[in-house]
Structure formats: structure tokens, C-alpha cells
């Protein structure tokens, strides 16, 4: 008599759930780095800092998350004045890439 041992699994079902777990981690890292971004913006009037938004840019295979301002004074800010965006995000930016692993990671521990 011989022992058979099996492994079976979906790739669609395994795939779909890791691109529904990064897209729920798209809402969450892009709600708490916008609010980072916007607790670093410089205020005069906090229309720059109001004006903070994020987007996923979700094409196929690949996911991309936007953290910015569409105020035409905004780069100006960000770029010769005092960055606010970069120095955020370069700051967060172990934990983004910490938090990216563990959504990835629930995404394949659905198909247990």
C-alpha cells in the first residue's frame, strides 16, 4: 500500500484574494499617508494641506498608490520650499513595505 499526499489549490482564487487584500491595503496605507503627509504640510491658509489626496493607479498586474496635490502652488511647496511629501514618505517608508508583506501574505493565508 502507498501513501499519496496531495496538495491542491486554485492560482485564480489564490491570485484574486492577494489583489483583494493589496487593494484594502491601498485604502488603508493611503488614508494614514495622507494624513502624515498633511500633518507635515506647511500652513499659511491649509488649502495646501487640505488639498491632500491619495489614488490608486491599478493597471493589470500592477498597483501604484498616489499621494499628492493637484493646487498649482503645490510642487512649488514641495519641491523649493520645504518637502513635505518625499520627507513623509521616505520616512514611513519601511513600514509601508512591512505592511505591503503582511496584506500579501493574509491574501495567501485566505486559501488555507
Do not use: C, H
Request: charge should be positive; hydrophobic fraction near 35%.
Amino acid at each position: 500500500m502507498s501513501s499519496r499526499w496531495e496538495i491542491d489549490f486554485n492560482i485564480n482564487e489564490i491570485t484574486e484574494d492577494i489583489k483583494n487584500a493589496v487593494e484594502t491595503w491601498q485604502n488603508t496605507t493611503g488614508v494614514a499617508e495622507v494624513a502624515e503627509v498633511q500633518a507635515n504640510t506647511p500652513v499659511l491658509t491649509g488649502n495646501l494641506r487640505r488639498s491632500i489626496t491619495f489614488k490608486k493607479l491599478n493597471s493589470g498586474t500592477k498597483y501604484a498608490l498616489k499621494i499628492g496635490s493637484a493646487l498649482v502652488y503645490a510642487a512649488k511647496v514641495e519641491y523649493e520650499n520645504k518637502s513635505y511629501i518625499r520627507s513623509t514618505l521616505n520616512r514611513d517608508i519601511s513600514n509601508i513595505k512591512t505592511s505591503l508583506l503582511q496584506a500579501i501574505r493574509s491574501g495567501l493565508n485566505n486559501n488555507d
